[in-house]
């Protein structure tokens, strides 16, 4: 028996596919791509230390008919890969010819952080706490500026996609400025798991809102996977936003169920360190008192025991056991119905 296998094993094992070169770009304007057609632009943003450009891919479903510009951005942290597949899920759906306005999927909004696996930038800082950055920053700052100033003013909408943090998982809920109208129904027509009211100061959405374009945050589960459930729930929500918007006639398909309203959410954290084990699922309604975590110590002796300290829904929760004193426990939203 052979135990691995022969080269001649290997004859004919690849199909190597042809596929369409982007186009390579310093400037990113809708305005000069032809309608009707999918444009792939590979949008220089800065350089690294020999010289080579940092691009950021950016695919363009012009429509035949004007109308608005609906962008979508994914991987802002670059370790946050379901809205990847989720754009490229969409795009593949929908024909140009049958767009009333135009579709822009930034696939990998953090691309230095992508190829690292790692949710920051290349220089350890975490570009959705510092927008819309700097002219005359640093690294990650003037990334940020160009990506606002290159990229944002060219979209009418904005849907940021996000997912949990390593150690943790997440439902698909949305964030949003809930005193903005626009953004809070553009929330609600992707019928999210939960929507929480989030000023989004120093994000790509509170830069977007700055600008006047109104911008959601979608968080979808699990960071460095692609989740296929997930992925075809907010391929489908997101489809009923830009039908919504008017950008595309309605299809079969819309997203089920009424996300559950909350005025407002934080994270619960650990008093001390130990073993975590945190009890209800993501999603769940928890009720004042009820145990929600335990903590043990090495010997398996309880030290703590959690109770939710008001009535919430669950909206993220640790999955790491390994906790130092002020590790997250889990993120409790607080139901009440939002304005807009
Ligand atoms: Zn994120």
Known sequence: MESTLRSDDFLNWIDVHTVEPPTLTDRFEVGELEPGLVHRLFLRLTENAVHQPIRVPIM???????????????????????GIRSIQRL??????AELAGTLVGVTISNAPGYIRNQRVFSDGQDLNTLMPGSAHGNDSQVYAYRFCERVLPEFDYLLDLHTASFGRINCIYARVDTTHAVATRMARVLRPQIIVHNA??????????????????VEIGDPQVFDSDDIRSTRIGIRDVIEDIGLIPPDSEIATGEAVECVRSSWLYTDTGGLLRVLPEVATIVKKGEVIATLRDPWGQILRTYR??????????????????????????ILGSVGG
């Open 60 to 82: 363009v479903l012009r429509g035949a008919e004007p109308g608005p510009v609906v962008g979508i951005t994914a991987a802002i942290h670059g370790n946050e890969l379901n």
């Open 308 to 333: 939710a300290p008001v009535d919430g829904i669950v909206i993220g929760k640790a999955t790491n056991p390994a906790a130092t004193t002020g590790a997250r426990i889990l993120h409790l939203g």
């Open 91 to 96: 795009f593949e759906t929908i024909d140009p």
């Open 200 to 217: 989004g100061d120093k994000t790509l959405r509170g830069a977007a809102m700055a600008l006047g374009i109104p911008a959601i945050t």
